[in-house]
């Protein structure tokens, strides 16, 4: 079974500080990790997912099978950071359902 | 870029009657959708995969009689929540794939 723990439920920083969202997963073949964000009264969107390898708003994530992580970094949080975000699995087929985490409130403070 | 949408975006219903929220997809074919379910304050829950020409495949716990999925079309799958009940209040929310997971603005549904 697949599983994805997000251990934050909220994360509270200072604008200009540096951000981590953690996020681990359990499944038993190659998943493919994602990282949702949900603003304030706006429906889910894709901020990155690992394959792509990119850099999102300034956030950055990096897939460690060996931890089975994928934690989302900023170096320095803006307070319209401040969202729900989801890290979600798939089995690696865009038509495959998401497993997603119990979500990280991010405020980000003036 | 790909846009879900879902009808309504809100409802109110009594006790014991029946909803039927729509999810589509305006400008890509979607062989699948998702639903999901979300609490206050909690994750998205899947409750089932809609696939067009098909029965829909529930998640456990998820009682196919009281959600029923109908995928009639390429581009709408509906969802109808039967005999609804005051614990059945939730935001539901439905997806679909075009390269990644598009999302619907989700429907708040409140049974009195």
């Known amino acids: 079974a697949q599983r994805v723990t997000q251990p934050e439920k909220l994360l509270s920083v200072f604008k200009g500080a540096p951000v981590e969202l953690k996020c681990n997963y359990s499944?038993?073949?190659?998943?493919?990790l994602f990282w949702y964000v949900q603003y304030s009264r706006q429906r889910l969107q894709l901020l990155l997912r690992?394959?792509s390898r990119e850099s999102i708003k300034g956030f950055t994530a990096d897939l460690n099978k060996g931890e089975t992580s994928f934690h989302l970094k900023k170096p320095f949080a803006q307070e319209e950071d401040s969202a729900m975000y989801y890290c979600?699995?798939?089995?690696?087929?865009?038509?495959?359902?998401?497993?997603f985490g119990g979500g990280t409130r991010l405020m980000v403070k003036p | 870029g790909a846009v879900v949408s879902q009808h309504p975006s809100w409802v109110i219903c009594k006790s014991g009657t029946s909803v039927k929220i729509e999810c589509r997809s305006l400008?890509?074919?979607?062989?699948?959708m998702f639903w999901y379910r979300q609490f206050p304050k909690q994750s998205l829950m899947l409750m089932a995969t809609?696939?067009?020409?098909?029965?829909?495949?529930?998640e456990q716990g998820v009682e196919k009689d009281k959600f029923l999925i109908n995928h009639a079309s390429l581009t709408l799958s509906t969802l109808t929540v039967t005999s609804a009940h005051p614990e059945d209040s939730s935001f539901y929310i439905c997806?679909?794939?075009?390269?990644?997971?598009?999302f619907g603005p989700g429907t708040r549904l409140l049974v009195l």
């Open positions: 997806s679909a794939p075009w390269g990644t997971q598009y």
């Open positions: 499944y038993s073949g190659s998943p493919e």
């Open positions: 690992h394959i």
């Open positions: 979600a699995l798939s089995s690696g087929n865009a038509g495959n359902m998401l497993t």
């Open positions: 400008d890509f074919q979607a062989t699948t």
């Open positions: 809609s696939n067009e020409g098909s029965k829909a495949t529930y």
